[in-house]
């Protein structure tokens, strides 16, 4: 029990000290409180076009089944569609402001009552073939869901699409989800990384070695004092993400467990990274510098099911795929993968505790080395 | 001017042999760009070809028929299997929708009836189901293509392209990252070196000497310069080799260029943001965050030119817009344009750092 009670003040001790010190770098700790939010805004706008492609669209026939066709290419889920004239188009899509121009023909309503082949031109600013391939897929179903609704006796074969659900989510509210994890994971890393770190930069660990204390009372009190330091900025990223960006969360109680479950993850990575590391400037530049990879790999985008298969066999290495398929059932009531809920939280705690044996483990390796 | 230049020569090689002695240097300014470059290229197959359980239900020709259109449209990757199996497929999310031709489609098609092919979807985000919006239309205006001038649509596309070679995203990706690569190169080098002489206090002795205070900052952006330079020269040779990019002729010169002025406004920046904060952590930390402003407004996940207009009215005032627009057109397109009004922005961003950064340290006086 008396063993006990002392871990319990060895850890906030060690807590208090963090803090204290992180008080003393107020432009490094103000900087790194805001470091969340600046890398939620700035994600966000990689999906701020919603992957519509801003398109001209000359129309040299006014004729009913020219509108009809122009209606149809609005609701195919991939323009923004602006009308204008051939000059004007030309020179937009010369200056890189449009993926394509679409020319409907003067001749198009003619040529339809005549049943002549009518082409559309359609010119393609290139530039990369996720844009282009794009435009390639949706004129064609511009045209076949004209066909469908103006010749229905014609083209008798349509989509019949069922969704599993009742509305479908946009690419701002679904990426911002997957984005908070990873704005969440770069403010741990950050707050316990460095922190942690800096005892070995400065020797002051030798004293922590040298004490008494046991070692996994250490390292939880780092890490405690960086979560208190982090809450404040998590709080601040949330309630970015729920009062400005709009996204309301689903299951308000799961958000609140998850966002504590994330800062104990990254902030207990973060103290393993200052433990082995032991320089605070390569601790946060790999801090920064995993955020795109980890992004890319760990199902921000979709069940990581979809992804090619080394994707898939990567993703499930790190925390932060878990973590993302737990914020979306959250917030959007989404299931990522097959685990439940608990059995995704379950290999969270899992990792945390794992994490938290390697940093015992690495500092009962530094007492050797001493 | 001799003096000015030996001086700045000193204070260069100073900085790059304590450069070369902290090989985490290297490793801070490379691994974050080459991890994103092989990200990128791991993810690429999956990007607009999203999985896909089809099943064909029906017996008769054309029910095969849009089978084989679907086949051809190659937009999806296919898993051809029946209903169960596929509703197993979906149901452990291995595919986004299943597409099923129901029976009786060859009948429905041949009486003139309509016929649907019934697409189940998981649309838990747009990217995901637009794809497949798009692409089952596709499948389909192919179906009736194949049945050339008995094909009831009479609208077809002609397409042309504004540029000879299509580029696939993850090299579209490749030389944002490597902007990017070039400037945290040039701000972690000149913004530590300059950070660490005020903190270990060198700086007095540089700044009691009688080396004038642009001879310090030129010395010290030089070794920043030099270091991305030649990083971002190789990466560049990598992605060369890779086949990412096809650089030929002057264009070369071209992108070694554009490589050289990045990397000189890089380093530029470091000086001053070090000269500014004059500590090392602070540094790096806004240094990195200033990377990821610059490179993100910069479109460096997108195509800056597709997003809205408030966001390249930012982007007009980032340089790495330029430097990225220059680098594409050289080393893709094999195309000059606007590489006047891109050089001339990077150059004159590199000569108002190195200002500034002379006035920073020059404040310290």
Same mark, same amino acid.
């Given at each position: 029990?008396?063993?006990?009670?002392?871990?319990?003040?060895?850890?906030?001790?060690?807590?208090?000290?963090?803090?204290?010190?992180?008080?003393?770098?107020?432009?490094?700790?103000?900087?790194?409180?805001?470091?969340?939010?600046?890398?939620?805004?700035?994600?966000?706008?990689?999906?701020?076009?919603?992957?519509?492609?801003?398109?001209?669209?000359?129309?040299? /026939?006014?004729?009913?089944?020219?509108?009809?066709?122009?209606?149809?290419? /609005?609701?195919?889920?991939?323009?923004?569609?602006?009308?204008?004239?051939?000059?004007?188009?030309?020179?937009?899509?010369?200056?890189?402001?449009?993926?394509?121009?679409?020319?409907?023909?003067? /001749?198009? /309503?003619?040529?339809?009552?005549?049943?002549?082949?009518?082409?559309?031109?359609?010119?393609?600013?290139?530039?990369?073939?996720?844009?282009?391939?794009?435009?390639?897929?949706?004129?064609?179903?511009?045209?076949?869901?004209?066909?469908?609704?103006?010749?229905?006796?014609?083209?008798?074969?349509?989509?019949?699409?069922?969704?599993?659900?009742?509305?479908?989510?946009?690419?701002?509210?679904?990426?911002?989800?997957?984005?908070?994890?990873?704005?969440?994971?770069?403010?741990?890393?950050?707050?316990?990384?460095?922190?942690?770190?800096?005892?070995?930069?400065?020797?002051?660990?030798?004293?922590?070695?040298?004490?008494?204390?046991?070692?996994?009372?250490?390292?939880?009190?780092?890490?405690?004092?960086?979560?208190?330091?982090?809450?404040?900025?998590?709080?601040?990223?949330?309630?970015?993400?729920?009062?400005?960006?709009?996204?309301?969360?689903?299951?308000?109680?799961?958000?609140?467990?998850?966002?504590?479950?994330?800062?104990?993850?990254?902030?207990?990575?973060?103290?393993?990274?200052?433990?082995?590391?032991?320089?605070?400037?390569?601790?946060?530049?790999?801090?920064?510098?995993?955020?795109?990879?980890?992004?890319?790999?760990?199902?921000?985008?979709?069940?990581?099911?979809?992804?090619?298969?080394?994707?898939?066999?990567?993703?499930?290495?790190?925390?932060?795929?878990?973590?993302?398929?737990?914020?979306?059932?959250?917030?959007?009531?989404?299931?990522?993968?097959?685990?439940?809920?608990?059995?995704?939280?379950?290999?969270?705690?899992?990792?945390?505790?794992?994490?938290?044996?390697?940093?015992?483990?690495?500092?009962?390796?530094?007492?050797?080395?001493? | 001017?001799?003096?000015?230049?030996?001086?700045?020569?000193?204070?260069?090689?100073?900085?790059?042999?304590?450069?070369?002695?902290?090989?985490?240097?290297?490793?801070?300014?490379?691994?974050?760009?080459?991890?994103?470059?092989?990200?990128?290229?791991?993810?690429?197959?999956?990007?607009?070809?999203?999985?896909?359980?089809?099943?064909?239900?029906?017996?008769?020709?054309?029910?095969?028929?849009?089978?084989?259109?679907?086949?051809?449209?190659?937009?999806?990757?296919?898993?051809?299997?029946?209903?169960?199996?596929?509703?197993?497929?979906?149901?452990?999310?291995?595919?986004?929708?299943?597409?099923?031709?129901?029976?009786?489609?060859?009948?429905?098609?041949?009486?003139?009836?309509?016929?649907?092919?019934?697409?189940?979807?998981?649309?838990?985000? &747009?990217?995901?189901?637009?794809?497949?919006?798009?692409?089952?239309?596709?499948?389909?205006?192919?179906?009736?293509?194949?049945?050339?001038?008995?094909?009831?649509?009479?609208?077809?596309?002609?397409?042309?392209?504004?540029?000879?070679?299509?580029?696939?995203?993850?090299?579209?990706?490749?030389?944002?990252?490597?902007?990017? &690569?070039?400037?945290?190169?040039?701000?972690?080098?000149?913004?530590?070196?300059?950070?660490?002489?005020?903190?270990?206090?060198?700086?007095?002795?540089?700044?009691?000497?009688?080396?004038?205070?642009?001879?310090?900052?030129?010395?010290?952006?030089?070794?920043?310069?030099?270091?991305?330079?030649?990083?971002?020269?190789?990466?560049?040779?990598?992605?060369?080799?890779?086949?990412?990019?096809?650089?030929?002729?002057?264009?070369?010169?071209?992108?070694?260029?554009?490589?050289?002025?990045?990397?000189?406004?890089?380093?530029?920046?470091?000086?001053?943001?070090?000269?500014?904060?004059?500590?090392?952590?602070?540094?790096?930390?806004?240094?990195?965050?200033?990377?990821?402003?610059?490179?993100?407004?910069?479109?460096?996940?997108?195509?800056?030119?597709?997003?809205?207009?408030?966001?390249?009215?930012?982007?007009?005032?980032?340089?790495?817009?330029?430097?990225?627009?220059?680098?594409?057109?050289?080393?893709?397109?094999?195309?000059?344009?606007? &590489?006047?009004?891109?050089?001339?922005?990077?150059?004159?961003?590199?000569?108002?750092?190195?200002?500034?950064?002379?006035?920073?340290?020059?404040?310290?006086?």
């Amino acid at each position: 029990m008396d063993s006990l009670s002392y871990s319990l003040r060895v850890i906030w001790a060690c807590a208090k000290k963090d803090i204290r010190t992180a008080l003393t770098e107020r432009l490094f700790t103000i900087v790194g409180l805001f470091v969340p939010v600046t890398v939620l805004i700035l994600m966000s706008l990689f999906a701020i076009s919603g992957g519509k492609a801003p398109t001209a669209v000359v129309m040299l /026939d006014q004729g009913p089944y020219a509108q009809a066709f122009y209606q149809s290419m /609005d609701h195919a889920h991939s323009f923004i569609l602006e009308q204008t004239s051939t000059t004007e188009a030309a020179r937009q899509l010369s200056a890189g402001e449009i993926v394509a121009v679409v020319t409907i023909p003067a /001749d198009f /309503d003619s040529g339809l009552r005549q049943n002549q082949p009518v082409s559309i031109n359609v010119a393609i600013n290139n530039l990369n073939t996720d844009f282009t391939n794009d435009i390639r897929r949706a004129i064609p179903l511009s045209i076949t869901s004209f066909y469908a609704s103006s010749f229905p006796n014609l083209v008798n074969i349509t989509t019949h699409e069922v969704d599993a659900y009742p509305q479908d989510t946009d690419y701002i509210p679904y990426l911002a989800v997957s984005i908070l994890v990873i704005a969440l994971m770069i403010g741990g890393l950050l707050q316990s990384g460095p922190a942690s770190a800096k005892e070995w930069e400065s020797h002051t660990i030798k004293e922590l070695l040298l004490s008494p204390a046991s070692r996994w009372a250490i390292t939880t009190g780092k890490m405690l004092g960086s979560i208190l330091i982090g809450l404040g900025s998590a709080i601040v990223v949330v309630i970015v993400l729920i009062f400005i960006v709009g996204i309301q969360p689903a299951h308000w109680l799961e958000l609140i467990g998850y966002t504590l479950l994330c800062l104990i993850i990254f902030n207990s990575i973060g103290v393993l990274f200052g433990t082995l590391i032991k320089q605070r400037m390569p601790v946060i530049a790999l801090s920064m510098g995993t955020a795109l990879p980890l992004f890319f790999i760990s199902g921000a985008f979709g069940p990581i099911s979809f992804q090619t298969p080394i994707i898939q066999w990567m993703a499930p290495l790190s925390p932060a795929y878990y973590l993302i398929v737990l914020f979306q059932h959250s917030f959007h009531n989404f299931y990522l993968n097959t685990l439940s809920m608990g059995a995704n939280t379950l290999i969270l705690i899992v990792f945390a505790l794992v994490i938290i044996g390697l940093e015992t483990l690495a500092l009962n390796r530094s007492v050797l080395s001493h | 001017m001799r003096d000015f230049f030996h001086l700045s020569w000193m204070i260069m090689l100073k900085d790059l042999r304590v450069y070369f002695k902290h090989p985490t240097n290297i490793v801070v300014v490379l691994v974050p760009s080459i991890v994103f470059l092989l990200i990128q290229a791991l993810g690429a197959a999956a990007v607009g070809r999203s999985p896909v359980a089809l099943v064909n239900q029906d017996n008769g020709i054309e029910g095969q028929r849009i089978v084989q259109s679907i086949r051809d449209a190659d937009v999806f990757r296919l898993s051809e299997v029946d209903a169960t199996q596929a509703q197993t497929l979906y149901d452990q999310l291995r595919v986004v929708a299943i597409v099923t031709i129901p029976a009786g489609f060859t009948n429905r098609v041949e009486a003139h009836q309509p016929a649907s092919v019934d697409v189940l979807v998981n649309n838990l985000n &747009l990217d995901f189901t637009n794809d497949i919006r798009r692409a089952v239309p596709d499948a389909i205006t192919r179906y009736y293509q194949a049945q050339g001038d008995a094909s009831p649509i009479k609208v077809t596309m002609n397409e042309t392209d504004l540029r000879a070679v299509d580029v696939e995203l993850f090299q579209y990706a490749a030389l944002p990252a490597i902007i990017m &690569l070039l400037l945290i190169g040039g701000l972690i080098t000149g913004g530590l070196s300059t950070a660490r002489e005020f903190e270990d206090e060198t700086i007095k002795e540089l700044l009691l000497s009688p080396v004038p205070s642009a001879a310090i900052v030129v010395g010290k952006v030089l070794a920043g310069f030099i270091t991305s330079f030649c990083l971002g020269a190789i990466i560049l040779g990598g992605v060369t080799i890779l086949g990412w990019v096809h650089p030929s002729g002057i264009y070369w010169l071209v992108g070694l260029l554009v490589v050289a002025l990045t990397a000189l406004f890089g380093a530029g920046l470091g000086v001053t943001i070090g000269a500014s904060i004059r500590h090392v952590m602070p540094v790096i930390v806004v240094s990195l965050i200033l990377t990821f402003y610059l490179f993100f407004l910069a479109g460096g996940v997108g195509v800056l030119a597709f997003e809205p207009t408030w966001l390249q009215q930012i982007a007009v005032f980032d340089p790495l817009t330029y430097g990225t627009h220059a680098l594409q057109m050289a080393l893709f397109y094999q195309s000059s344009d606007l &590489l006047l009004r891109d050089g001339i922005v990077l150059a004159l961003s590199a000569l108002a750092t190195l200002g500034i950064g002379s006035a920073a340290v020059r404040r310290v006086i």
